[in-house]
């Protein structure tokens, strides 16, 4: 697989994660600070594995 494809599944794979993360709570809305931490928290959960 080239690195290129491999970058694209990544990002299609964490574009998915956080769809479902916010649909999994369809009726709330998020200030940009939940969203900054929401995606901070994400990112570092990605890079611990």
């Known amino acids: 697989m080239s690195s290129e494809k491999k970058r694209l599944d990544v990002l ?3 574009a998915f994660d956080l769809l ?3 649909k999994a709570e369809p009726d709330k ?3 940009p600070e ?3 931490k ?3 928290a ?3 959960g990605i890079e611990q594995n």
Do not use: A
């Open 38 to 40: 929401l995606l901070v």
């Open 42 to 44: 994400y990112i570092k």
């Open 29 to 31: 809305s998020y200030t």
């Open 20 to 22: 479902q993360i916010f």
């Open 12 to 14: 299609k794979s964490m």
């Open 34 to 36: 939940e969203l900054e």
